[in-house]
């Protein structure tokens, strides 16, 4: 049954540009965009950046520009790399946007009208990166959890808090209910255990930054940029061109945000208060990805050792990096990868066992006369068999957001078939005979161009030409 799908990215910081880490969170999205629009779904596919907040203006003096010019670099420059690395985003979103400041705006005020932001002093330790306070127990040898060489500081200011402890019981009922809501489930139990343990009250706006949304009823303060950002997902569906086609009722109850576990807390558990304390209602999943280190070492832009996937592409390929980063490691966990992982993917997985299939099926049945243009329904029932088995497979793990899975089972199907032309040798069979195994095998590799299609999309296409055509094609040219 055809569905509408919606999946988003984090909206990411302007601050240096995107590197494998944001990329890696984008191909998740980018394949299960693809995957639903095979499947015939209508899809909607959301990505931009955050522009507010004392960061970006901080990198904006330093650069000696204006924090708005600043943001219009970046948002070129990320758009540039995302269409360099054939993201199918349908929109790309800014916070700077005036459609999507009056909407931020709307909802801290639909919040402030449900009684649940109030004034207060607060004093804590901000860390300038997060753009977050912690309490002392957060600190970790008095650093910043989420960035070791970042003392905070401890800071007061009088701001506007929200109610989130109001939320806390409703949010454990809501993980209790809906047990699929946070994906997979082991962040999940991390989310119930972080809130079991007790929600404080936040400030929502600040005082001292100017680069940011001002607050409807204190125009004194900006909001918060964790309660400008999450709105995003919500807002673009109400922009004027996407009102029109009633996005936000067609597209917001299918909502699969894509996050890193780092900002997991925002999206499992503020933004749902936030909507609920707004009048709105959830969005359906918030799917986790671990974080990755490369080649054993921590990336990040703030630890200067950020790796460019643009160049990593020309190299190798958008397909084989994507197809590398996706089968390396399970969605929710950590792992490392490397170069040399993956330099070996390419060669066995893609170049052997896929592209040298593909081809010595071409090339026999162009010898053989068989028509790969139209082909014969397959006649070895162990085929057929193992052709259900790898799409059962597969729509099963994209149903559960589980890609590595759905990798492996299109690669298992290649290896069954690399096996089969090797036990049944059709060239040494008479020709009808070898008519049939021929079809039987290039059934088989029209199925995985087919089923790769959303994730490596242009590879996928190129063989699927080639089957028609019946011309030998390199899928993966030799590396220099
Ligand atoms: N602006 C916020 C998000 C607001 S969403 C309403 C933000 N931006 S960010 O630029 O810091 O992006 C963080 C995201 O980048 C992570 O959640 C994750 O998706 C991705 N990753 C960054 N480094 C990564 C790794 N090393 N490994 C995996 N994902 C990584 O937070």
């Not at 209508?42 to 907040?53: R, W």
């Not at 997060?130 to 970042?150: F, I, Q």
């Not at 999940?188 to 009250?201: I, M, P, Q, T, Y």
Request: net charge negative.
């Amino acid at each position: 049954m055809n569905k509408p799908f919606y999946v988003t990215t984090p909206i990411y910081y302007p601050t240096g540009n995107p590197h494998i880490g944001s990329a890696y969170t984008t191909f998740i999205a980018d394949t299960l965009a693809r995957y639903h629009r095979a499947k015939g779904d209508e899809t909607f596919f959301l990505t931009g950046t955050d522009e507010h907040g004392n960061n970006i203006a901080k990198k904006a003096t330093e650069q000696g520009v204006s924090p708005k010019e600043y943001v219009d670099n970046y948002a070129e420059i990320f758009q540039k790399v995302w269409q360099a690395l054939n993201i199918s985003n349908n929109y790309f979103v800014r916070t700077t946007q005036p459609e999507h400041e009056k909407f931020a705006a709307q909802v801290i005020q639909k919040a402030y009208d449900n009684g649940d932001i109030y004034p207060d002093s607060y004093s804590g330790w901000y860390c300038e990166s997060c753009e977050a306070y912690y309490e002392e127990t957060d600190l970790v040898d008095g650093k910043c959890p989420n960035h070791p060489t970042k003392q905070p500081i401890y800071t007061t200011e009088t701001n506007y808090f929200f109610r989130w402890s109001k939320y806390q019981d409703w949010l454990l009922e809501l993980y209790q209910t809906n047990p699929e809501f946070i994906q997979p489930s082991k962040w999940a139990n991390w989310v119930k255990e972080f809130v079991g343990s007790g929600l404080r009250d936040i400030p929502v706006t600040r005082a001292n930054v100017s680069w940011g949304v001002t607050v409807p009823f204190a125009p004194e303060q900006t909001i918060y940029v964790w309660f400008d950002a999450l709105p995003n997902y919500l807002s673009t569906l109400h922009f004027p061109q996407f009102a029109a086609q009633n996005y936000y009722q067609k597209f917001w109850s299918e909502a699969v945000h894509v996050v890193g576990k780092d900002i997991l807390k925002f999206h499992a558990i503020l933004w749902p208060a936030m909507l609920k304390s707004a009048g709105y209602p959830l969005p359906k999943t918030i799917l986790v990805n671990g974080f990755f280190t490369v080649n054993g070492q921590k990336i990040g832009k703030s630890n200067g050792n950020a790796v460019d996937p643009v160049e990593l592409s020309q190299k190798y390929g958008v397909d084989a990096v994507r197809y590398a980063l996706l089968s390396e490691f399970k969605i929710g966990n950590d792992g490392d990868f490397s170069f040399e992982r993956l330099d070996v993917k390419y060669k066995s997985d893609l170049s052997a066992n896929w592209g040298n299939l593909h081809n010595r099926v071409i090339v026999l049945a162009e010898k053989f006369g068989v028509d790969t243009n139209n082909l014969l329904a397959v006649t070895d029932k162990v085929v057929t068999a193992e052709i259900t088995k790898a799409e059962t497979e597969y729509h099963r793990a994209f149903a559960n957001f589980e890609l590595f899975e759905a990798i492996q089972a299109v690669g298992n199907l290649a290896s069954f078939a690399n096996k089969y032309v090797a036990d049944h040798k059709p060239w040494e069979k008479i020709e009808s005979a070898a008519r049939v195994i021929i079809n039987d095998l290039a059934v088989v590799i029209s199925k995985l161009a087919e089923l790769y299609v959303p994730i490596m999309p242009e590879t996928a296409q190129k063989a699927t030409n080639s089957i028609k055509s019946c011309e030998k094609i390199i899928l993966f040219p030799k590396l220099d």
